[in-house]
């Protein structure tokens, strides 16, 4: 959601692929365009990218998590703070494997995981679409603008 860069720079990859392409890379765009259907979803976080206009460094999702310290109130409310979201990039995995690494049980964190793997609609439906296609899937690249690293996902080692 932070990284504004992210989905600006896979358009950027879409408009290569469909709009007018260079000279020199014609041939090879065509020849992967010929080879493989390439499916393009600029931003999974949507809530939390729009999220980022009021409060920069946001990078979870926004649906509500929990109260602070777990600590709810007689009426359905919290009585410390209201916590939004999840971090998405931390809300893949099998069980075993998720909720192992990097991650912290507290639902204000930054790198809460959510309460089990897929739990919200954004990574969800990914999952979902990418099962479907898992026989004809070759490739998944999630881009991230944080560093020059090709980065595999921090919670998952296998």
């Known amino acids: 959601a932070r990284e504004w860069v992210s ?29 493989f259907q390439v499916v393009i979803a600029p931003c999974i976080n949507p809530d939390g990218y729009v999220h980022t206009q009021v409060e920069r460094l946001w990078r979870k999702t926004r649906k509500p998590s929990g109260c602070r310290g777990g ?3 007689w009426f359905g409310g919290c009585f410390l703070e209201q916590c939004f979201g999840v971090d998405p990039n931390r809300n893949w995995g099998p069980v075993g494997v998720w909720n192992t690494t990097g991650v912290q049980n507290n639902p204000c964190s930054i790198v809460y995981p959510g309460t089990g793997p897929f739990d919200q609609a954004n990574t969800a439906a990914v999952r979902s679409y990418l099962e479907s296609q898992q026989s004809k899937l070759q490739l998944y690249v999630t881009y991230h603008s944080y560093s020059q690293l090709f980065l595999t996902p921090v919670g998952y080692s296998a």
């Open 7 to 35: 989905p600006a720079t896979v358009m950027y990859i879409a408009d290569a692929f469909l709009g007018e392409v260079e000279g020199e890379k014609e041939e090879e765009v065509g020849e992967i365009l010929d080879t």
């Open 71 to 73: 600590v709810a109130n």
